[in-house]
């Protein structure tokens, strides 16, 4: 047996919470992976952020963050109208970051694209980025390419 899945995306305004039916004439490998799967992007909320405003530890809920960048030598973490300090690199706070909704943008900035009011593509060489507080920033000339196909693959969905 072929590993092919047919997905079909039925959309009933009458159904107040969604509902996943796998048919199969058995269960077999590639069902239960999908079962799993399912079951963990459900369930799977995504860790907060240790983070410090005042000296107090908080924990920053992801969908909650704007941006996380470097000013100094110091890794700040914005939220629409909150900063913290973050005692973690980029690189590690990469790693934590859902990849679905952050990506990196320079060697010191990592946004949230959902906190994204528009992406600036006329600029020459590089993005510019308006977040939906007001806040600019922009990509650098690396990471473009990575950028874009981000953006393409989130038409897709």
Do not use: W
């Not at 983070?51 to 914005?78: C, N, W």
């Not at 629409?80 to 990196?104: A, G, M, P, V, W």
């Not at 600036?120 to 000339?141: C, M, P």
């Amino acid at each position: 047996m072929a590993d092919n899945v047919d997905v079909e995306l039925i959309i009933d305004e009458t159904c107040a919470e969604p509902k996943v039916t796998i048919r199969a004439k058995e269960k077999t490998a590639l069902i239960e992976n999908l079962i799993e799967a399912i079951e963990k992007t459900v369930s799977a909320e995504p860790s907060g952020i240790p983070a410090y405003s005042d000296g107090k530890l908080e924990f920053v809920p992801q969908k909650d963050i704007m941006r996380i960048h470097t000013e100094g030598r110091q890794i700040v973490l914005d939220t629409e109208n909150r900063y913290y300090i973050i005692k973690q690199t980029l690189t590690r706070l990469e790693d934590e970051l859902s990849r679905d909704r952050f990506i990196r943008i320079s060697q010191s900035e990592i946004i949230n694209i959902y906190m994204v009011k528009q992406f600036d593509v006329s600029l020459s060489g590089t993005i510019g980025i308006e977040f939906k507080n007001g806040v600019k920033t922009y990509a650098s000339r690396r990471y473009i390419k990575a950028i874009k196909i981000f953006l393409r693959n989130k038409e897709g969905k």
